[in-house]
């Protein structure tokens, strides 16, 4: 899945203009999420892609929120986030000097320094109607994700009063937010606490399936769809497979399709490059030690077997 974007810079803010691609792959799967997410958003409640990774949440919510017309705010989650990262903060001073001569004979000199407010993308978005999309919103600390609780429910944000001339701003009519994330189980991220999640509509995600992965590899790399089809059915063999620790997702797909396309190698077996360069993305993925020679040569026989299997000769 792709999607054409530029990036509208303004003092303060930097926003992205997003407009569907002619590469975006509308198959029905893709459609029918993405038709549900965009009712879910034009009646005014949050949407919450979750799911592994390598099942195209992040590009789907930009592929939505593109729909809504609307200038979109990117916003990437992180451990060191706190509410000021998202709200705004003080951010150096704004200095006024006044020279009075009034009588010729005297200067007089009056200084002052007052710290400057910046809004950060949070506010920026709530104020001008922007659609936000806050990518892996979990791997931020629950902490500093409350101040979203007001904006989602009393569509009013609040500010620091030791900061911010305002109290509060009301949330724009057109603001719209799409959070995305990974299963809790996943290393790195936060369990987001119940009363941000009571806000959220969660549509969960998998893998989708063969005609869908290859159809978007086609479009995202340019790979022959014959091609395409032969490397998809390798990795869902070898993801059906369990002998890996890191599940190959779309995106193994993907470096094998690009590589293939770029470097315009035969997906077959009789391509000892195309082999090699299978077991290079998919060999890493196992589950045990490197220094066991006899698990290497069973793991490396049993992609090996897959590769005939999948991608045979076109002789």
């Known amino acids: 899945m792709t999607l054409a974007a530029r990036t509208v810079v303004e003092p303060g803010r930097a926003t992205l203009a997003l407009r569907p691609s002619a590469r975006f792959v509308a198959t029905g799967a893709l459609e029918e999420v993405a038709t549900r997410a965009l009712g879910y958003l034009q009646a005014g409640f949050p949407v919450h892609f979750r799911g592994p990774a390598g099942t195209g949440k992040t590009t789907l919510a930009m592929h939505v929120a593109s729909q809504l017309g609307r200038p979109v705010m990117l916003l990437v989650g992180d451990e060191e986030f706190g509410a000021s990262d998202l709200v705004g903060g003080q951010h150096g001073y704004r200095y006024r000097r006044v020279v009075d001569r009034f009588i010729h004979s005297v200067v007089k000199y009056e200084e002052d320094a007052v710290q400057r407010w910046v809004d950060s993308r949070l506010t920026t978005a709530c104020r001008e109607g922007f659609t936000l999309i806050y990518d892996e919103f979990t791997r931020s600390r629950p902490e500093a994700n409350n101040v979203l609780l007001t904006v989602l429910e009393e569509r009013m ?159």
């Not at 995600?205 to 995202?220: C, M, W």
């Open 157 to 315: 944000l609040v500010l620091p009063t030791s900061g911010s001339n305002e109290a509060y701003i009301k949330v724009h009519p057109e603001f719209r937010a799409i959070f995305t994330s990974n299963p809790q189980e996943y290393a790195g991220v936060h369990a987001a606490q119940d009363a941000l999640a009571d806000r959220l509509i969660t549509i969960d995600l998998d893998f989708y399936d063969r005609h869908t992965e290859a159809a978007i590899l086609t479009a995202s790399t340019g790979v022959d769809v014959e091609d395409a089809a032969r490397i998809v059915c390798l990795v869902h063999a070898y993801r059906a497979s369990g002998a890996y620790a890191q599940t190959p997702t779309m995106r193994a797909a993907m470096m094998i399709a690009r590589i293939t396309a770029v470097q315009e190698l035969s997906a077959t077996v009789d391509d000892p490059r195309f082999v090699a360069l299978c077991l290079d993305v998919l060999e890493s993925k196992r589950t045990f030690n490197t220094r066991e020679r006899e698990q290497r040569r069973q793991h490396r026989e049993l992609l090996l077997n897959l590769i005939r299997e999948h991608c045979p000769g076109r002789g």
